[in-house]
């Protein structure tokens, strides 16, 4: 899963029979050539949330943008991981992010994009785990009202 943790930094956590590691990684940065002024579009702006898939397990992710900004932030209830995401591109129906979680939470870091597939949206992650090595998740993110 993205939750991954333990104690100081490097470790390995089992949870619901799944190995989790822990991630040293630096984040990506920057922004993609000739987006430097990315902004969230109106229609990309809102809550969106559903189940994802990584390996054998599934659990719920939850995205917040505001139309206008660069930033947005991203939730994994179950892990307790929140962290903030980075506008990198824009393109018509993809947007893609850099994910940063806070220093120390055991949260990996990685590449969140975005892809329009009619009212919902086509989540995929993906991150490097010094313990796992690459890792990803992807399922679909419908909006969620009020």
């Not at 505001?66 to 506008?87: M, N, R, V, W, Y």
């Not at 806070?102 to 993906?126: A, D, F």
């Amino acid at each position: 899963m993205v939750l991954l943790g333990a104690l100081g930094g490097l470790g390995v956590l089992t949870l619901c029979g799944l190995a989790i590691g822990v991630a040293l990684v630096d984040p990506p940065t920057g922004t993609a050539e000739g987006s430097t002024d990315a902004e969230v579009p109106a229609e990309w702006a809102g809550t969106w949330s559903g189940e994802v898939e990584q390996g054998s397990s599934t659990f719920n992710v939850t995205i917040t943008l505001k139309e206008g900004s660069a930033e947005g932030s991203l939730e994994i209830p179950s892990s307790g991981c929140t962290g903030e995401l980075g506008l990198n591109s824009v393109e018509e129906k993809r947007l893609e992010f850099r994910l940063e979680f806070p220093s120390g939470s055991g949260c990996v870091n990685g590449t969140v994009v975005l892809e329009k597939s009619g009212e919902e949206l086509r989540y995929s992650w993906s991150g490097e785990s010094s313990v796992m090595g690459g890792i990803d998740s992807s399922g679909t993110l419908s909006p969620q009202s009020g």
